[in-house]
Structures are given as structure tokens and as C-alpha cells.
């Protein structure tokens, strides 16, 4: 396949400055890569929402499912959630590695840990993320 190589420029007072070319750019805190498809900017915020989950497990080993709610929806879920109408997910495994934080936070709450991942949702009183993602979308 021929593939060609485009230089763009800017002209500016009769003087002219070529583009530089980037793989990814990051503006406003989303990763946007040559091809939208957003996978370094999700690898980010699931690295990010880990790293929250993580603290949170260690601080707090014995939490009640309403207190465990308000610190996942402030400081995890508003993580994956942030811009989520610009880099609203559509690959299965995208939707399902940002599935897995919400499976292994729910996995936190000691009384609940033995249930189903759908059961300690009902319990929590959470929708699904992608769920979350699609109504979004339809607002």
C-alpha cells in the first residue's frame, strides 16, 4: 500500500513554519491518537482508577457499601468518566478492561465480595459503565 507523507505548514508574516507531526496529543486531559481510537488515553485513566482503587483498599479495610459508594463514584468513577462523550468506548475489549475496574471495586466491600459481579451491583445500586456510557450518549 502507498502511503504519502504530508507537510503541512502555517504562514505567518511571510514567514513559513512546517507542522510537526504527533502520534497522540493530549488536550483538556484526553489522549487523542492519528486513528481516535482512544486506547492510550483509556490505558491511562484505568491505570489511574487502579491507582485510586488501590488507595482506597489500603486505607480503608473494613467500609460500609454507602460510604465505599461515595468515595468509588467521587474519586474512581468520575475518572473513567470524565469526557467519556468525546472518547465514548466501542471496542468490546476497551468497554471490558474498563468493565474490570468497576468488577474488582465492587470486590472491596467485605460483605459483598461473594456475590456475582451483577448481584454487587444491584446491591451498590450501580449501573454497568458501558450503561453509563450509552445513556450518555442518547441525552
Same mark, same amino acid.
Given at each position: 500500500?502507498?502511503?504519502?507523507?504530508?507537510?503541512?505548514?502555517?504562514?505567518?508574516?511571510?514567514?513559513?513554519?512546517?507542522?510537526?507531526?504527533?502520534?497522540?496529543?493530549?488536550?483538556?486531559?484526553?489522549?487523542?491518537?492519528?486513528?481516535?481510537?482512544?486506547?492510550?488515553?483509556?490505558? =491511562? @485513566? /484505568?491505570? &489511574?482508577?487502579?491507582?485510586?482503587?488501590?488507595?482506597?483498599? +489500603?486505607?480503608?479495610? %473494613?467500609?460500609?457499601?454507602?460510604?465505599?459508594?461515595?468515595?468509588?463514584?467521587?474519586?474512581?468513577?468520575?475518572?473513567?468518566?470524565?469526557?467519556?462523550?468525546?472518547?465514548?468506548?466501542?471496542?468490546?475489549?476497551?468497554?471490558?478492561?474498563? =468493565? @474490570? /475496574?468497576? &468488577?474488582?471495586?465492587?470486590?472491596?466491600?467485605?460483605?459483598? +465480595?461473594?456475590?456475582? %459481579?451483577?448481584?454487587?451491583?444491584?446491591?451498590?445500586?450501580?449501573?454497568?459503565?458501558?450503561?453509563?456510557?450509552?445513556?450518555?450518549?442518547?441525552?
Amino acid at each position: 500500500m502507498l502511503t504519502k507523507n504530508y507537510v503541512y505548514n502555517i504562514k505567518e508574516n511571510n514567514q513559513i513554519t512546517p507542522l510537526e507531526y504527533e502520534e497522540s496529543y493530549k488536550d483538556l486531559g484526553v489522549i487523542f491518537d492519528e486513528k481516535l481510537t482512544f486506547r492510550d488515553h483509556i490505558h =491511562e @485513566k /484505568v491505570h &489511574k482508577a487502579y491507582a485510586m482503587l488501590g488507595i482506597i483498599k +489500603r486505607n480503608f479495610k %473494613y467500609i460500609s457499601i454507602n460510604n465505599f459508594i461515595l468515595l468509588y463514584k467521587s474519586m474512581v468513577r468520575s475518572l473513567l468518566d470524565y469526557c467519556v462523550s468525546v472518547w465514548v468506548p466501542y471496542r468490546k475489549g476497551d468497554i471490558e478492561v474498563l =468493565e @474490570k /475496574v468497576q &468488577k474488582k471495586a465492587t470486590k472491596i466491600i467485605p460483605e459483598i +465480595r461473594h456475590l456475582p %459481579y451483577r448481584d454487587r451491583l444491584k446491591v451498590c445500586k450501580l449501573p454497568m459503565l458501558h450503561y453509563r456510557q450509552v445513556r450518555g450518549q442518547e441525552i
